[in-house]
């Protein structure tokens, strides 16, 4: 495959975000060309005021960043946005650090202009569940893979799977073998 750069735009000023950090975008093409960007970013990775931002591609300019995903006193992560057929998907951690984070998702069926209430993904998790920053991958036959890692010791990540086929509504945990 051969890859190209196809263009090359800042979403956000290059002046004025001196004391920001952000970090971890993810982008995703909507059926009608508008190009959708997310990330994280506040002081610092970790901080407090970190919150999910979001701005759309659309009539050759990015829009204004908007902040889609904060709770007040608690550290943002790592957005997944995702476009299964009607309607646009936002996953992102929210906690201190890898080892407490729960995963939230929002919805929007306007191409991000309005959000759902924000979700937990799995109720009383208790283990950092859902998309980090991989892709979610749809089957032709509807299923749905999650794909993870989960921190087990400074040292070693695991990676496995929650895998989906009612669209999200459960999810089942499929843990991947050494070596697979």
Same mark, same amino acid.
């Given at each position: 495959?051969? +890859?190209?750069?196809?263009? $090359?735009?800042?979403?956000?000023?290059?002046?004025?975000? /001196?004391?920001?950090?952000?970090?971890?975008?993810?982008?995703? $093409?909507?059926?009608?060309?508008?190009?959708?960007?997310?990330?994280?970013?506040? &002081? $610092?990775?970790?901080?407090?005021?970190?919150?999910?931002? +979001?701005? $759309?591609?659309?009539?050759?300019?990015?829009? #204004?960043?908007?902040?889609?995903?904060?709770?007040?006193?608690?550290?943002?992560?790592?957005?997944?946005?995702?476009?299964?057929?009607?309607?646009?998907?936002?996953?992102?951690?929210?906690?201190?650090?890898?080892?407490?984070?729960? #995963?939230?998702?929002?919805?929007?069926?306007?191409?991000?202009?309005?959000?759902?209430?924000?979700?937990?993904?799995?109720?009383?998790?208790?283990?950092?569940?859902?998309?980090?920053?991989?892709?979610?991958?749809?089957?032709?036959?509807?299923? &749905?893979?999650?794909?993870?890692?989960?921190?087990?010791?400074? /040292?070693?990540?695991?990676?496995?799977?929650?895998?989906?086929?009612?669209?999200?509504?459960?999810? /089942?945990? &499929?843990?991947?073998?050494?070596?697979?």
């Amino acid at each position: 495959m051969k +890859l190209a750069l196809v263009n $090359r735009q800042v979403i956000l000023p290059e002046s004025g975000t /001196e004391s920001f950090q952000c970090h971890a975008s993810t982008l995703v $093409r909507l059926p009608c060309g508008t190009l959708v960007a997310a990330w994280f970013a506040g &002081l $610092r990775e970790g901080s407090e005021d970190t919150a999910i931002w +979001l701005s $759309r591609y659309e009539h050759n300019i990015w829009t #204004t960043p908007q902040r889609v995903a904060a709770r007040e006193g608690e550290a943002h992560w790592n957005p997944v946005l995702f476009y299964p057929s009607d309607k646009l998907w936002l996953f992102y951690k929210v906690g201190s650090d890898v080892h407490v984070w729960k #995963t939230w998702f929002i919805t929007s069926s306007d191409r991000g202009f309005t959000w759902s209430t924000p979700a937990p993904l799995v109720n009383d998790d208790i283990l950092p569940r859902g998309p980090v920053k991989n892709k979610l991958l749809l089957a032709s036959n509807g299923r &749905l893979d999650l794909r993870q890692d989960r921190l087990e010791s400074p /040292e070693r990540w695991r990676a496995f799977v929650d895998r989906s086929s009612d669209e999200g509504k459960t999810l /089942e945990y &499929l843990f991947c073998s050494a070596g697979a």
